[in-house]
């Protein structure tokens, strides 16, 4: 009989059982009542000895960021790490790559270097309900929601990416464009770009247009490399298009060149949006018009739930606000 097979007789996840068999406070009444009961009913007896030597070797918070080339998670990984360290906490980072399961790689890093909590930067919520039932610590998944997966160690801070794409369609809209071209990400259910391509849709049904994917949209991933090629295949494929709206700022960034290289002006010949409003985005030539949202308070908002479910705070899920920020990509 070990911690697995108590979580199956009760019906509760084994990162409760963990919760209760260790007496942390953030298990509700009645599922400690009943897995107290099972435990009981089968004799279970947990080794305190380990439980005082798994304290003992906890080592700091890990945070998990998906992809190298993501801007919005470096600005994102300075407030976080500087509201860690004012409540002496120390986060050590780990950069996965974009096709990497994230939650596979939490749960050896669990295992092998037993982490106080853990934060991710990105990630695709259909891998959390796979197999976040095995991590047991303090987690805040960050520009996703985590809402729906009903895990009671998972908290989530984000934007509403739906609202805020629609809002950036509608922009380019308001403008006069009515031949518009999205660029980035993929189509896979509940991810940060099947959000932003919805409301992209939106936007366009209310106005009595759908996006033709086919035609319109081109996938790539979220690198200035990606954009670059991104945007080329569109150009050649949809040469009337006005405007671009781009699933992030470092696809726009590589949009921008391509327009640039086929001897394109932006916003002259084509308007062009970003997401994300990174660091660099305000430095481009035209500056990014794009949907701000604030790293600063998504890398506070992460630490301090964090710190809060640490210390026996329940599961959050926070929507923070979105901005979109005007500047010089579109005409």
Same mark, same amino acid.
């Given at each position: 009989?070990?911690?697995?097979?108590?979580?199956? #007789?009760? %019906?509760? *996840?084994?990162?409760?059982? =963990?919760? @209760?068999?260790?007496?942390?406070?953030?298990?509700?009444? $009645? /599922?400690?009542?009943?897995?107290?009961?099972?435990?009981?009913?089968?004799?279970?007896?947990?080794?305190?000895?380990?439980?005082?030597?798994?304290?003992?070797?906890?080592?700091?918070?890990?945070?998990?960021?998906?992809?190298?080339?993501?801007?919005?998670?470096?600005?994102?990984?300075?407030?976080?790490?500087?509201?860690?360290?004012?409540?002496?906490?120390?986060?050590?980072?780990?950069?996965?790559?974009?096709?990497?399961?994230?939650?596979?790689?939490?749960?050896?890093?669990?295992?092998?270097?037993?982490?106080?909590?853990?934060?991710?930067?990105?990630?695709?919520?259909?891998?959390?309900?796979?197999?976040?039932?095995?991590?047991?610590?303090?987690?805040?998944?960050?520009?996703?929601? #985590?809402? %729906?997966? *009903?895990?009671?160690?998972? =908290?989530? @801070?984000?934007?509403?990416?739906?609202?805020?794409?629609? $809002? /950036?369609?509608?922009?380019?809209?308001?403008?006069?464009?009515?031949?518009?071209?999205?660029?980035?990400?993929?189509?896979?259910?509940?991810?940060?770009?099947?959000?932003?391509?919805?409301?992209?849709?939106?936007?366009?049904?209310?106005?009595?247009?759908?996006?033709?994917?086919?035609?319109?949209?081109?996938?790539?991933?979220?690198?200035?490399?990606?954009?670059?090629?991104?945007?080329?295949?569109?150009?050649?494929?949809?040469?009337?298009?006005?405007?671009?709206?781009?699933?992030?700022?470092?696809?726009a960034f590589g949009a921008l060149r391509a327009f640039v290289d086929r001897g394109l002006s932006v916003p002259g010949d084509v308007s062009l949006v970003g997401f994300d409003d990174t660091s660099f985005s305000q430095f481009s030539v035209p500056r990014i018009t794009t949907v701000r949202q604030s790293a600063e308070l998504l890398g506070r908002r992460a630490a301090q739930i964090l710190l809060d479910m640490a210390d026996g705070g329940n599961a959050t899920h926070e929507l923070v606000p979105f901005e979109l920020v005007e500047r010089e990509s579109?005409?």
């Amino acid at each position: 009989m070990d911690i697995r097979d108590i979580a199956t #007789a009760s %019906g509760y *996840g084994v990162g409760t059982v =963990s919760r @209760v068999i260790n007496n942390q406070p953030n298990v509700s009444d $009645r /599922a400690r009542k009943r897995i107290l009961a099972v435990m009981a009913e089968c004799g279970y007896e947990p080794n305190s000895n380990a439980r005082y030597l798994k304290m003992r070797s906890q080592t700091p918070i890990a945070a998990f960021v998906m992809g190298v080339g993501n801007r919005l998670f470096d600005d994102i990984l300075g407030p976080l790490q500087a509201t860690l360290a004012a409540a002496e906490e120390e986060v050590a980072v780990t950069y996965l790559d974009d096709d990497s399961r994230e939650v596979r790689a939490a749960i050896d890093y669990q295992q092998s270097r037993r982490p106080k909590g853990m934060v991710f930067l990105g990630g695709e919520p259909r891998y959390f309900a796979e197999s976040f039932h095995e991590i047991e610590v303090p987690c805040v998944l960050v520009t996703n929601s #985590a809402a %729906g997966l *009903g895990f009671d160690n998972l =908290s989530s @801070v984000t934007i509403d990416n739906e609202a805020a794409a629609a $809002r /950036a369609v509608g922009h380019l809209w308001e403008r006069g464009h009515r031949r518009i071209g999205v660029i980035g990400g993929n189509r896979a259910e509940n991810s940060i770009s099947s959000q932003r391509l919805r409301g992209a849709e939106r936007a366009l049904r209310e106005r009595g247009v759908e996006l033709d994917y086919e035609r319109d949209y081109e996938p790539c991933a979220f690198l200035e490399q990606a954009g670059y090629d991104a945007a080329g295949r569109l150009l050649e494929r949809t040469g009337d298009l006005t405007a671009v709206f781009a699933l992030g700022d470092v696809i726009a960034f590589g949009a921008l060149r391509a327009f640039v290289d086929r001897g394109l002006s932006v916003p002259g010949d084509v308007s062009l949006v970003g997401f994300d409003d990174t660091s660099f985005s305000q430095f481009s030539v035209p500056r990014i018009t794009t949907v701000r949202q604030s790293a600063e308070l998504l890398g506070r908002r992460a630490a301090q739930i964090l710190l809060d479910m640490a210390d026996g705070g329940n599961a959050t899920h926070e929507l923070v606000p979105f901005e979109l920020v005007e500047r010089e990509s579109v005409a």
